[in-house]
């Protein structure tokens, strides 16, 4: 059984950064399959970052790129979000999960095994 847990989240200035770390237990060898989403208060949840592609390119959100960026860490089973340049926009819970499939797209109705969030605070 895949368990994820997320880390990382705070409160930060705008122009701040944050690395968001996403432990996974049990995930074998599909740690390419975790994504990253974000909830705001009174919003529906969405997709952040995830990798979609065989060639292991990762995809974006539009209001996240060039100033987030995710890496896997396959020796310790975890996957990073770093977060630059923060904007009060970014305020949401974040939470990583694990795409039912081994390809497709980065939507949250692809996901399951979610984590239980970390709280990210941008506010001056």
């Known amino acids: 059984q895949v368990q994820l847990v997320e880390s990382g989240g705070g409160l930060v200035h705008p122009g701040g950064s944050l690395l968001l770390s996403c432990a996974a237990s049990?995930?074998?060898?599909?740690?390419?399959?975790i994504g990253w989403f974000r909830q705001a208060p009174g919003k529906e949840r969405e997709e952040v970052s995830c990798?979609?592609?065989?060639?292991?390119?990762?995809w974006y959100d539009a209001s996240v790129r060039g100033r987030f960026s995710m890496t896997r860490d396959e020796t310790k089973k975890t996957v990073h979000l770093q977060m630059n340049n923060l904007k009060a926009a970014d305020t949401a819970t974040y939470y990583c999960?694990?795409?039912?499939?081994?390809?497709?797209?980065?939507?949250?109705?692809?996901?399951?095994?979610w984590g239980q969030g970390t709280r990210v605070t941008v506010s001056s």
């Open positions: 999960a694990r795409r039912r499939m081994a390809w497709g797209g980065c939507h949250p109705s692809l996901y399951d095994s």
């Open positions: 049990g995930i074998g060898d599909d740690l390419y399959r």
């Open positions: 990798t979609s592609r065989a060639d292991g390119t990762a």
